[in-house]
């Protein structure tokens, strides 16, 4: 679902789509809708094996991030590679209430991939993408990140639950989720940039059997971004 001024410029439907999904249909504007083949479908579009329904969406419509007062939830995915991945972590952040996303680089979220595995939610989440070298993207986030944190945002890194870690991290339970936030997950391999890790050290981490070196990062978003939902959802009871 777009929200209101991210609708479709244009929804291009198949016959056979229309006839199985006449009560959905009704809910369209009939001026969108572009009927085409099934042939033609399945050469506008990426997906093996299309539902019969795609939706144009100009780019101009996608939320560009600019600083709000009232944003008090930022997550960072430092390099993050992997479309799915990001898509799904797009998904997960939309959920979660998170105000905005900022990319250091990785897998871009208007890739196709990215786009199916986010199920909308690109579409309806500011975001800000840093480009350049990779001390250039770095070097950019780490000034963002600073004025957020003159702003009063805490910056909390993640971590692998490691015992033999130099570094100590906080159970994501044990901070107080109620104050204005920025969460930082990291590359699926390398973890988070060394210059953020040195410049914000302040992490947290999911305690989990040691027989696993680390976590999916889409996988650790979950618990990490839905705290603060529970949080509030405890606290109003």
């Known amino acids: 679902m777009l929200k209101s001024g991210n609708s479709p410029s244009k929804i291009l439907v198949t016959e056979k789509w229309l006839i199985k999904n006449q009560n959905l249909s009704k809910q369209f504007d009939e001026s969108l809708l572009t009927l085409v083949s099934e042939e033609v479908l399945a050469s506008a579009i990426s997906t093996v094996n299309p539902d019969g329904i795609a939706a144009l969406v100009e780019i101009s419509s996608i939320p560009n ?3 709000n ?14 479309p799915g991945n990001m898509g799904n972590l797009f998904r997960t952040a939309l959920a979660a209430g998170v ?21 909308g939610a690109v579409f309806n989440l500011p ?6 070298t990779e001390e250039e993207i770095i070097n950019s986030l780490l000034k963002s990140l600073s004025e957020l944190s003159n702003e009063g945002f805490k910056i909390f890194s993640t ?37 953020i890790q040195e410049a914000f050290n302040e992490t947290i ?13 889409a996988c650790v978003a979950v618990p990490l971004l839905l705290e603060r939902k529970r949080v509030a959802y405890t606290s109003n009871k």
């Open 65 to 67: 991030y600019q600083f």
């Open 69 to 82: 007062s009232k944003d008090d939830f930022i997550l960072v995915l430092d390099r993050i590679q992997d």
């Open 99 to 119: 105000d905005a996303i900022f990319l250091a680089g990785g897998a871009h979220p208007l890739n196709q991939k990215v786009l199916r595995a986010s199920t």
């Open 127 to 132: 975001f800000k993408r840093y480009e350049g």
């Open 159 to 195: 971590s692998s639950f490691n015992k033999s870690s130099k570094k100590t991290s906080k159970p994501y339970w044990e901070i107080d989720w109620t104050k204005s936030t920025v969460l930082i997950l990291g590359n699926e391999g390398q973890g988070i940039h060394k210059k």
């Open 205 to 217: 981490t999911i305690p989990h059997s040691e027989l696993v070196e680390s976590l999916n990062v």
